[in-house]
Every structure is written in C-alpha cells, then in structure tokens.
C-alpha cells in the first residue's frame, strides 16, 4: 500500500505570499492518480487539481501542481484570505485503492 | 448541476446498527463510482471504499474491510454506508463523493455535506 506524506504539517504564512506544499509517496505514483483537495472548517473538501497538474472546474489560476513518480508539489501563487484552510494530495493505487495524505494546514501568519 | 445530498446526523449507541445514504442528481447515477470518505474529529480524510452503481462492483480499503458495507440502490439513485454494530470509535463525519468520469484519471470531483455520525452510551 502506497503512503503519502505531506510537508510541511503546518505553513503560516501571509495574504500575498506563495505558498508550497509538498506530497511525497512511499512508491512511485502515476502523474494521471494523483489529486489535490482543499478543505475548509465546516465544508466537504473541494477538488483543485487532477492529474497532478490539471485545474478542476472554477479554480482559479493561483494554484498549480507539478511533479512526478514519487515527488509532488501544490503551489498557491498569491495567498488569498480565502485559501487559508488544509489541503490533501491523493492517490490511486492498484485494485481501485485510493490513500489521501495527513494534509497540510496553511495558516495566517 | 450535479450534486450528492447526503442523509442527516445520527446519534446511536454502541451496538446498534445505522445505515446512512447518499443521493445524487443530475447526471447519470449508474456510470460513476461513488466513494466514502471517514473524517474523525480534528483528523484527516480516510477512504474507506468505493462501488460502482451499474453493477454494484465494491471495493474496500483494507482498514474499512468488514467493517462497514457499501451498498446500492440504483433505482433510486442512492448509495448507502452501514454498520452492524457501532463502536464509539466510528463516530466521525462521513462523505460520499463522486469519482471523475475520466478511465484515465482518478479523483473525487462531487461532494456530499457530509454526515455526522456520533456513537455514545
């Protein structure tokens, strides 16, 4: 079974500034399984990206993701007041086996 | 525009049996696997399986094996979670979600609201 980790566990950071989260798998990981999520307290998490780098419907162009193989990235361009919340890599392993990361917490500083 | 209604909170006690649902809309039930996710309080997102509704094709993690059981009703377009037995430890937020229509890709695009389950003598 595949483990996911993510890194930092918390980032505090300002409104304005870049923001870089790292996803790093315990085995390799095709670009195609792997997907970012946002959540915010209260709310159901939201997809941001697909395929390790494709933007899901209505998100704005400040989050990107790259990668490859066991080494994932999300970046937040420009922190907005709205995207401090936590964020989730995911990915599918064989026999339709999903596993999420422990998140990263982005905080205000 | 698509969505995933899921059923209300639930209070049970340890031992008793729950089955909570998860309903969507627009769009063609039986060609998307629907997921369910467990969120404990305070923690991260776990998946705990997942089941195709046009011919109830199910897999699980192996930490939520027989555990739970995810089931289908494809006529009325509901996806359904349940446990036999409730233990304190499953009280957490569960969500269903709905997986992408891509064969290539996999991920989560449609979320229910969650629903609460709180276990407690």
């Known amino acids: 079974e595949i483990v996911l980790t993510q890194s930092p566990g918390t980032l505090s950071l300002s409104p304005g500034e870049r923001a870089t989260l790292s996803c790093r798998a315990s085995q390799s990981v095709s670009s195609s399984y792997l997907a970012w999520y946002q959540q915010k307290p209260g709310q159901a998490p939201r997809l941001l990206i697909y395929g390790a780098s494709s933007r899901a419907t209505g998100i704005p162009d400040r989050f990107s993701g790259s990668g490859s193989g066991t080494d994932f990235t999300l970046t937040i361009s420009r922190l907005e007041p709205e995207d401090f919340a936590v964020y989730y890599c995911?990915?599918?392993?064989?026999?339709?086996?999903?596993?999420f990361g422990p998140g990263t917490k982005v905080d205000i500083k | 525009e698509v969505q995933l209604v899921q059923s209300g909170a639930e209070v049970k006690k340890p031992g008793e049996s729950l089955k909570i649902s998860c309903k969507g809309s627009a769009y063609r039930f039986t060609s998307y696997w629907i997921g369910w996710v467990r969120q404990m309080p305070g923690k991260g997102l776990e998946w705990m399986g997942i089941?195709?509704?046009?011919?109830?094709?199910?897999r699980y993690s192996p930490s939520f094996q027989g555990q739970v059981t995810i089931s289908v009703d494809k006529s009325i377009n509901t996806a359904y979670l349940q446990w036999s037995s409730l233990k304190a430890s499953d009280s957490a937020m569960y969500y269903c979600?709905?997986?992408?229509?891509?064969?290539?890709?996999?991920?989560?695009?449609?979320w229910g609201q969650g629903t609460l389950v709180t276990v407690s003598s």
């Open positions: 089941i195709y509704p046009g011919d109830s094709d199910t």
């Open positions: 995911q990915q599918y392993g064989s026999s339709l086996i999903f596993t």
């Open positions: 979600a709905r997986r992408g229509d891509s064969s290539s890709l996999r991920y989560f695009d449609y």
